[in-house]
């Protein structure tokens, strides 16, 4: 198998906090002067929401494909807080053959009505309405969360913030999974929701033209727009250091059963070295 490289787009707000970073070395640009307001995380710790396991089948991760490393490209920056990092090295993925690597998005029939997509992505928040983005970013569903115990998450703000709360979506109830990780035999916690986009929507109508769920990472950097009329976002928020990454694999209401199983496949076979 051979090894590629990715682009993806983001940003880096402080979250949890472990001991641990990234072996990578500091980057000498600096971050956006500008970045968008974003609500108050809730801070009431006492009605704190446990999240279950995912309840559905494990994907059976792609066995015949090319693997691809992601570097984490939010790594330390010179002169800039620590806390403002994403905690984590690398990430793995492998694809079947078909399918592009993009500089955003990773992919089966791109931009065409029988899409499959998976992006990775730090960012500061979600918009509360992905149509209609006026005022300030929501804080993401795992900004103020505590782990009741060592499997497991628990949310302070559910359901009133992040992807769980945007209007017009229908979102499941949030559920946790595991994403691999080579150095560490307990892997990486994450919260799991699936979230649609309202099939009869008119995505013209919408705020320029477009979807989108969260910004990017600045100017220059393209937002999370990707969306049709009817798509379905499988978002994992990974419990990394400092701040989530987040995973969105995503399907049309045009894709075949077989690429959908492909983009399970694809989603199923990321590993990740935390540090």
């Given at each position: ?81 620590a806390n403002s990092t994403s905690d984590y090295r690398w990430i793995e993925y492998t694809v079947p053959d078909g399918?592009?690597?993009?500089d955003t998005y990773i992919g089966k029939n791109l931009g065409e009505p029988g899409e499959v997509a998976l992006s ?72 799991r929701v699936e979230l649609t986009v309202p099939a009869d929507l008119d995505v013209a109508t919408c705020d320029e ?67």
């Amino acid at each position: 198998m051979t090894l590629g490289t990715i682009l993806i787009s983001g940003v880096v707000l402080p979250a949890c906090t472990a001991g641990g970073s990234p072996d990578v070395a500091a980057a000498t640009a600096t971050p956006p002067a500008e970045t968008p307001t974003v609500m108050p995380a809730p801070t009431d710790t006492e009605a704190m929401f446990a999240l279950a396991p995912f309840e559905g089948a494990q994907p059976e991760p792609v066995s015949d494909g090319t693997t691809h490393r992601y570097v984490n490209p939010h790594g330390p920056i010179v002169g800039v807080d620590a806390n403002s990092t994403s905690d984590y090295r690398w990430i793995e993925y492998t694809v079947p053959d078909g399918w592009e690597v993009g500089d955003t998005y990773i992919g089966k029939n791109l931009g065409e009505p029988g899409e499959v997509a998976l992006s990775f992505w730090t960012a500061p928040g979600v918009y509360p309405d992905p149509c209609r983005r006026g005022g300030d970013l929501s804080p993401l569903d795992l900004t103020n969360h505590g782990h009741p115990d060592s499997d497991g998450l628990s949310l302070a703000g559910y359901p009133d913030v992040g992807l769980s709360a945007q209007q017009g979506r229908e979102a499941s109830e949030p559920q946790t999974v595991v994403i691999g990780d080579p150095t560490d035999d307990r892997g990486t916690i994450a919260l799991r929701v699936e979230l649609t986009v309202p099939a009869d929507l008119d995505v013209a109508t919408c705020d320029e033209g477009v979807y989108r769920a969260w910004p990017g990472f600045g100017e220059g950097y393209p937002p999370n727009d990707n969306h049709v009329a009817g798509q379905t976002d499988i978002v994992y928020q990974v419990d990394v250091d400092l701040t989530p990454l987040m995973i969105d694999a995503s399907f049309r209401p045009d894709s075949s059963p077989e690429d959908v199983e492909e983009l399970h496949s694809v989603l199923g076979s990321i590993v990740m070295d935390r540090w």
